[in-house]
């Protein structure tokens, strides 16, 4: 993406442009020059005043990175000569130094407006006015600025910077050939690789996994930048996205899959990305225009990740990721390499350790040897997470893994508390050990207990449910010995498309779904988007607080074709079903009423259609906005169902972002607060005959799951692995003792009543 900060002042003179025979000549020029003789700095020094010339600027410079992250002038055209090697900028400082931090291009019709702008004497830069920059990009990492600068103000075309990104991929591989600065100087050194070492992350998959790091690094360099026949190379990338689409649809196929049962709801996710037409058509113009094949892909890589790199949205960062993977698996086509991982050369217990990973990547590997996944970036709603979970591989995210680990170190992946052990120690090993053998133990007592009744030890029947996203979670429905789908999240399958789909696509997904939930129960929650999930191709502009603005039916209600199109969905796939639909963030009865006028008007188009209607329609919402509890005696007769979304109703109760690490701990959900809310909330669902049940976090934690049950929950939905330890806890319980106990315990004005819970607990020969 290009940053264009233009002043008040007039258009500026356009000056002459750039076309793509320009490009193609400058390019071939460039390819000469690389090919020749000379030094790296010599090379460099054609190169600019080559740039300069062709693009008819008064200045070309080339900034590179040096220790410290400081950028030095290396090269000049138009600028003193003196100041080569002796000018320098910190990273952040000047417009070349923001380009640096930020990764971005900018292109500048007035530079010294600029509130980055540092004058720097000794360069004798005075007279020039306009600017346009880009990132020397080699990978993830920043290796230097290209900049060219002229006398006048000028607005920059496309086509100019396009030219001068391309332009600093050639001088990317000058830097990586260390012909310019040694790599020992700029590389960030870790700890001692014979010391013992501890990082520090967030947990994305539970368990507990040692092994032998194996370091994924799956991008190949780029060694020929400017080719000499665009025809000929376009038909080598046609030829190699042929066959890597080929690849992806054996993968899908394979009979390695079979244990996951549903993994295709992801994997054709990653296909569908891999015929992206945007990316595919950037590629194939990057060809035309000069490059190579790899050279091309590589480019478009960079750009998209430049573009990308600072939103903070997950979606966006996730789908990053995505691209990254079909890059380096389109290079490894182009080399005449598979994507396949040469087992005899791995260790027989893996730890991979990852700057990043797509879901196809991850099953490259042998999941027989696979024990656990160390990644630099990512998240618990990744498709690789997703995929590692379905697979029982225990992941944690770590920044500088890489920096910090060698091939073949060993590791210890605490998934449960989000660190990582680098060659630990004999006595954190022992611990592991001993660890992972309580672990076995748990895991078998939960598997002992799986078929049995979820019954608490004085009688009281408790319903365990899930809470699902994807057909990939379904599984576990039978494994785990859950009674049904408490809450089935439907925005996520919109997440991973690429635009909104349609009826027929969202009826044959929901048809899916109900044909593997079989005849258990299963509850659909409509969209529930916007705030921290957007949609790529739904947007309302950005919100100076996302979570209370423009998000799930308040967008529903406000575009009431895109709902009524979901429920005309959820009623065809239910064909004589049940069906039970649930609405998130309703704040009052109004809105809950407009909804449910939704649902009837498509129950009279089916009716119109004569299409039969779901054998039985239960109609709910969640309790997630604190306003409904003083609306309860008008809403409660007008539902089937409520279900309590604890994680969103506590952040609002409390007036606490959950997102925010200074506030999202400050107040505990066993407070006599949240515990009164839940008390009342039993009480009024009791009194109106309206089933009740909670879907948020506090359900799948043991003594939260045990608090729930003595203020009176009887069913709880969870995530699968949280359902073991839920049973094993409620079958040790005395729910009669529990609520005797707690029965004082409303009034107080204790922070937290979570030391009295577990003291009880122990107390009782609970197990938590």
Known sequence: MTETLETAAGDGGAGPRFDGTSSRRLLARLRDIMAGSGSGQERLDKIVTLIAAEMKADVC????????????????????????????????????????GHARSVALDNAPSHPSFAYRPETGEDPFQ?????????????????????????????EEVETLQTIAMVVAELVAQSELVNPVEVTTTGDPVLLPA?????????????GLAVIHRPQLTVRQMVAEDADAELERFNAALQTMHSAIDDLLEAASLAGLSEPRDILETYRMFAEDRGWLSRIREAIRVGLTAEAAVQQVQND????????????????LMDFEDLTNRLLQHLAGKTSGTDGATLPDDMILVARSMG????????????????????????????????????????????????????????????????????????????????????????AEIRNLPSVTRDGVPISIQLNCGLLIDLPHLKASGAEGVGLYRTEIPFMVRASYPDVKAQTDL?????????????????????????????????????????????????????????????????AGRPLSVMFPMIAEVAEFDGARRLVDLELRRLSSQGIAPPSSLRVGTMLEVPSLLWQLPALLP???????????????????????????????????????????????????????????????????????????????????????????????????????????????????????????????????
Not at 82 to 98: D, F, K, M, P
Not at 426 to 434: C, P, S
Not at 549 to 564: F, M, T
């Open 61 to 100: 410079s080339c900034y590179v990175m040096r220790a410290g992250e400081v950028l030095e002038l290396f090269s000049t055209e138009g600028l003193n000569k003196t100041a080569v090697h002796n000018t320098r900028l910190r990273v952040g400082e000047g417009i070349v130094g923001y380009i640096a």
């Open 510 to 574: 929901y048809g899916r779904i109900m044909d593997e939930v079989g005849d258990r129960p299963i509850v659909f929650r409509t969209l529930d988007v916007g705030g921290d999930k957007m949609l790529p191709y739904m947007t309302g502009g950005e919100e100076e607080n996302p979570a209370l603005g423009w998000r799930a039916v308040r967008i529903g209600l406000d575009h009431p074709s895109l709902l009524r199109q979901q429920l005309r969905a959820l009623l065809l796939a239910a």
């Open 638 to 768: 007008k539902l089937d169902f409520l279900s309590v979304g604890s994680n969103d109703l506590t952040q609002y109760l409390f007036a606490a972002d959950r997102g925010n690490p200074r506030t999202s701990t400050r107040y505990d959900p066993l407070s006599p607060a949240m515990l009164c809310v839940m008390r009342r909330l039993v009480d009024e669902c009791g009194r109106h005959k309206v089933s009740l049940s909670i879907c948020g976090e506090m359900a799948g934690r043991p003594l939260d799951a045990m608090a729930l049950i003595g203020v009176g929950f009887r069913t709880l939905s969870m995530s699968p692995p949280s359902v073991g330890p839920v049973k094993t806890m409620l079958r040790s319980l005395d729910v009669a003792a529990l609520r005797q106990y707690m029965s004082g315990l409303y009034t107080g004005a204790d922070h937290s009543l979570r030391d009295k819970l577990r003291t009880f607990a122990k107390d009782h020969g609970v197990i938590i």
């Open 198 to 210: 501890r990082l520090s992350g967030t947990a994305m998959s539970a368990g507990l996994a040692m």
């Open 304 to 319: 998209t990740r430049a573009r990308m790199s600072h939103l903070t949205d997950p979606y966006i960062r996730e789908r």
């Open 359 to 446: 879901p196809a990547e991850l099953l490259d590997y042998d999941r027989t040897r696979l024990r656990g996944l160390l990644l630099e970036e990512g998240s618990p709603a990744s498709h690789v997470c997703i995929v590692a979970r379905a697979l029982n591989i225990p992941v944690v995210q770590a920044g500088d893994a890489l920096n910090r680990i060698e091939a073949l170190d060993q590791l210890i992946v605490d998934g449960d508390h989000g660190q990582v052990f680098i060659r630990p120690a004999e006595d954190i090993q022992m611990a592991f050990a001993e660890a992972v053998a309580l672990q076995h133990r748990k895991e078998q007592m939960y």
């Open 130 to 158: 306009s600017l346009a920059g880009v990132p020397i990009l080699r990978g993830s990492k920043v290796r230097g600025v290209l900049v060219i600068q002229h006398k006048d103000r000028r607005r920059y075309v496309e």
